[in-house]
């Protein structure tokens, strides 16, 4: 089985370790087809993403210990769903993306460019950015 890439095309990057998140709670924002969620996206959490998250019923601002969870925190990189993410987008929350660590299948929810649009990481090539390399 080959590595996963990112939506840049490279191989995947760790989002967090602390805390440690991801499908599978090994820092990446890896999935598997028991994912219904596609927690595909790498976002860098805001205090407005974490607020429309728990309006949607989605509250990851409390912690929930019984499951290993500590709440996250403004800042915090967290594997979020793809719809989830989307949703706040379209809301105009949307949380800051790290390219680099969002999992390529996130793109058959959200579009690359509208993810492009919130990237807070910038690849050495930025080519891999354009719409058409040139």
Known sequence: MS???NVLGTPLELCSSDPMTGWYRDGCC???PGDAGSHTICA???AEFL???ASIGNNLGTPAPQFGFPGLKPGDRW???AANWLRAHMDGVAAPVVLAS???LATQIVPLEILKEHAVDVPAD???LLDEPE
Do not use: G, L, Y
């Open 44 to 46: 860098v959490v805001t």
């Open 126 to 128: 930025a080519t891999a």
């Open 79 to 81: 594997c979020v769903t």
């Open 30 to 32: 890896n999935t598997d």
């Open 102 to 104: 969002t999992h390529e």
């Open 51 to 53: 607020q429309h998250q």
């Open 3 to 5: 590595e996963p890439n």
